[in-house]
C-alpha cells in the first residue's frame, strides 16, 4: 500500500533528490531553480518510505505547455515533427502535464507507478492529462489508458 504526499520544493527535497541515484529524473530535479518547478512535488511513500516521486504541472492554457515543450523538449530543428501536439495542445485549457513519475530501482514492478496514476486519474477525473514519453516507458502508459498523440512521443489521457 502507497500513500502520495505533497512535498514542497526545497532545499530539503533538493537533497534528497541529489541523493537518489536509482531514478531517471531525480540528479537532474536536484539540480534546478525554485521556480522551474510546481511548488510541490508529490512524494510516493511505502511504510514511511520514499519509493518515487511525481513532478505534476497544472496548466490553464496550452500555450504554457506549448513554451515548457519547446524549452525542454524540442530542438529548434526538430520542431516541425512535432505537428500533431502543436495541433492538439494550442486551444486546450485546463489540463495537467505529468513532467515525472520516477520509481526507485529497489521498488519497481510492485504497482506504485501504476497506484501513482490511479491517484492522479482521481484527483483529476475528466481532466485531459499529458506525459512526454521515452521509448521504454511507453507500454507503462498504455497500460494506464494512455494514447499516442498523432506521430509524436507525447501521450494524453482521457
Known amino acids: 500500500m502507497s500513500t502520495i504526499i505533497a512535498r514542497p520544493f526545497d532545499e530539503e527535497m533538493q537533497a534528497a533528490l541529489g541523493e537518489i541515484v536509482t531514478a531517471y529524473h531525480a540528479a537532474e530535479l536536484s539540480k534546478r531553480e525554485p521556480s522551474e518547478l510546481p511548488e510541490q512535488l508529490y512524494v510516493i511513500e511505502a511504510e514511511e518510505t ?5 513532478v505534476i504541472w497544472e496548466y490553464e492554457n496550452g500555450k504554457q505547455l506549448i513554451q ?14 512535432q505537428k500533431d501536439f502543436y495541433i492538439e495542445i494550442k486551444n486546450k ?5 505529468i513532467e515525472a513519475l520516477d520509481v526507485l530501482k529497489d521498488y519497481e514492478g510492485k504497482g506504485y507507478a501504476a497506484s501513482f496514476t490511479n491517484w492522479l486519474k482521481a484527483k483529476y477525473p ?17 497500460k494506464q489508458g494512455f ?5 509524436t512521443a507525447w501521450m494524453t489521457f482521457n
Open 50 to 54: 520514499m519509493v518515487g516521486y511525481g
Open 68 to 81: 515548457k515543450a519547446e524549452k525542454d523538449y524540442f530542438s529548434d530543428d526538430e520542431k516541425y515533427l
Open 93 to 97: 485549457k485546463d489540463f495537467i502535464f
Open 126 to 142: 475528466g481532466k485531459k492529462m499529458y506525459v512526454y514519453t521515452l521509448g521504454v516507458t511507453r507500454n507503462f502508459w498504455y
Open 147 to 151: 494514447e499516442v498523440l498523432g506521430q
